[in-house]
């Protein structure tokens, strides 16, 4: 396959900026603060505060210089930034204000990274940060939080499990004012990865470079496109259509990423080929779907149309880009896709359909808005889920469960900006309890061990 860089080309690319709504959905830069602790809360702070304008001082006017030059829209400019439980003192809220002031005077939108990563343990560092995060996430604008409980590797730590059903609840209500927004910043991972560009489950991992720059690339609209003139293809035709979008889409986030780690005098990272939907019409990864075929989403066939989609953009991507990895996939949030929440408001999609599309798309359960009554113990048995697909399978799974306080099924809530709106979804009422409340580990599958 042959791409030509022609005037038919260059103005194929314009359309998908104007028409499709081509954009770069977040360029990140990863900043390591592992060199950051020191002897007490306040001087970690100040180097922190540092470390973080110093490196990011010039990264969102680089970002609107390459935005104006290319005319490509970067929606979010971001940060990651080490886990802080790694580097933390005995006050870890301090650092919450630290990184939600140092994201502010550089202009970002998000910074992520208030993190712990408790697959195999749980240190006291760990558990201060965990149960911090409510109170954090609260009294912070920015600071996005997120928490690695299992991998394929350890198993499942069912005692972090349970910690973050009670954390989850706590957040929403210091939030229930506020839709419980708190919980709209707050991913629990199996198999996280350190490299993630997309909040709000991004943190620079320990084995990532000092400072880095990646890109995440959004652009359901451009894969909606390509499909528009297929009627009545076969569907080998419609993953080799998806591939070529792909490919395209990949390439704009390239050069953005490339251009972005020249500017800034920092390595290129990788490029996340993630669909990341918005609440916006045209821009739905739910639409593609239903492009293949489908009446709505969630009906029978849906899984299987979003493993096409999902295998063919990364086949397209991968062409494209020697640097991929983030997620890397589609993202099935719920309140950022208009055709989720369409499916959602017609009761054609459940949790539990959404919990088999998880099984082969890029994350979990996300931006879900579930009642207020569900209890901490029913959300504990979401993330376990979720944790077991994402164990088991040797991939990446999240939750980002939002029990909005005083809602019932069927009302629905605003989170405002990317974050969209969604219908609040009915979940199962039946007892869990006693299964979370033993606590200990899921052992690791046998095929965790192949060395």
């Not at 870890?92 to 998000?110: I, Q």
């Not at 989850?168 to 708190?182: D, F, G, R, V």
């Not at 709209?184 to 990532?208: C, Q, R, S, W, Y």
Request: glycine share 10%; net charge negative; charged share 20%.
């Amino acid at each position: 396959m042959v791409f030509h860089h022609s005037s038919a080309n260059i103005l194929e690319t314009i359309e998908m900026i104007e028409k499709y709504r081509l954009d770069i959905r977040t360029v990140t830069m990863g900043i390591s603060l592992l060199d950051c602790a020191k002897g007490s809360t306040t001087e970690t702070c100040d180097a922190v505060y540092s470390k973080i304008v110093n490196d990011a001082e010039n990264l969102v006017s680089q970002c609107e210089a390459i935005e104006k030059e290319l005319g490509i829209p970067i929606v979010n400019k971001r940060i990651a930034v080490t886990p802080i439980a790694l580097i933390a003192n005995d006050d870890p809220l301090a650092l919450a204000h630290t990184l939600d002031r140092a994201a502010k005077t550089v202009g970002v939108n998000f910074i992520g990274g208030y993190s712990a990563l408790v697959e195999k343990g749980i240190t006291a560092s760990d558990e201060r940060l965990i149960n911090s995060i409510p109170e954090a996430l609260s009294t912070t604008d920015v600071v996005c939080s997120s928490v690695n409980i299992g991998s394929s590797r350890a198993g499942i730590n069912m005692n972090a499990v349970a910690l973050l059903g009670k954390v989850i609840k706590q957040a929403a209500a210091l939030t229930s004012e506020q839709s419980a927004i708190a919980c709209a910043k707050l991913v629990v991972f199996a198999n996280a990865v350190g490299d993630n560009p997309f909040m709000a489950g991004a943190f620079h991992g320990i084995e990532e470079p000092d400072c880095v720059v990646s890109v995440g690339v959004s652009g359901p609209g451009v894969v909606n496109r390509a499909l528009g003139d297929l009627d009545g293809a076969t569907l080998d035709e419609v993953a080799e259509a998806i591939k070529r979008a792909a490919f395209k889409i990949t390439r704009a986030g390239q050069l953005v990423g490339t251009m972005a780690s020249k500017r800034l005098g920092v390595p290129f990272g990788i490029v996340d080929l993630s669909l990341a939907p918005t609440a916006e019409l045209g821009n739905s990864v739910a639409h593609i779907m239903e492009r293949m075929g489908l009446t709505q989403v969630g009906t029978h066939g849906t899984t299987a149309a979003l493993a096409l989609l999902n295998d063919a953009v990364k086949k397209g991507g991968m062409m494209a880009c020697s640097r991929v990895g983030g997620l890397s996939g589609s993202f099935i949030p719920v309140s950022e896709d208009k055709g989720m929440i369409d499916a959602v408001r017609a009761g054609n999609i459940s949790i539990d359909k959404l919990e088999a599309m998880t099984a082969i798309c890029s994350v979990g359960l996300d931006m879900v808005a579930i009642p207020g009554d569900t209890s901490a113990e029913l959300i504990a048995g979401m993330i376990a889920d979720e944790a077991a697909i994402g164990v088991m399978n040797h991939k990446t799974t999240a939750v980002r469960v939002i029990p909005v306080p005083g809602t019932q099924p069927g009302d629905e809530v605003n989170f405002g900006g990317l974050l969209g709106y969604a219908p609040v979804i009915p979940v199962s009422t039946v007892g869990n309890s006693e299964f979370i409340n033993r606590g200990g580990y899921i052992p690791a599958p046998v095929h965790g061990f192949r060395n």
